[in-house]
């Protein structure tokens, strides 16, 4: 059993940039698969970002690749998306999710564990 807490949302002008961070308690951290997703008022949640155990890998949506990174600190316990260039499309509530594994996971239903997720909101 793994906690996600995730924070850093906010409302930015386009153009500018967040970091949200996902802080994990509970059982070892550096055990699971990372990884971010959005949903957008009316849309189903959407994958934005993973990154493997040990950060050796990463993988982006084509939406946001060149735009948001995905890091973590395992001896911090915790999952970082910087997002850059933000456009009102990225508009969403970001959730950080774990996934039991080690490969990559791009599917909502591949996570076992999900934060409460945090508001972004991107103005024009």
């Known amino acids: 059993q793994v906690q996600l807490v995730e924070s850093g949302g906010g409302l930015v002008q386009a153009g500018g940039s967040l970091r949200l961070s996902c802080a994990a308690s509970g059982r070892a951290f550096s055990w699971y698969t990372m990884g971010w997703f959005r949903q957008a008022p009316g849309k189903e949640r959407e994958f934005v970002a993973t990154i493997r155990w040990n950060g050796a890998s990463t993988y982006y949506a084509d939406s946001v690749k060149g735009r948001f990174t995905i890091s973590r600190d395992n001896a911090k316990n915790t999952v970082y998306l910087q997002m850059n260039s933000l456009k009102p499309e990225d508009t969403a509530v970001y959730y950080c999710?774990?996934?039991?594994?080690?490969?990559?996971?791009?599917?909502?239903?591949?996570?076992?564990?999900w934060g409460q997720g945090t508001q972004v909101t991107v103005s024009s």
């Open positions: 999710a774990a996934k039991n594994g080690y490969g990559l996971g791009y599917g909502a239903n591949q996570y076992d564990y």
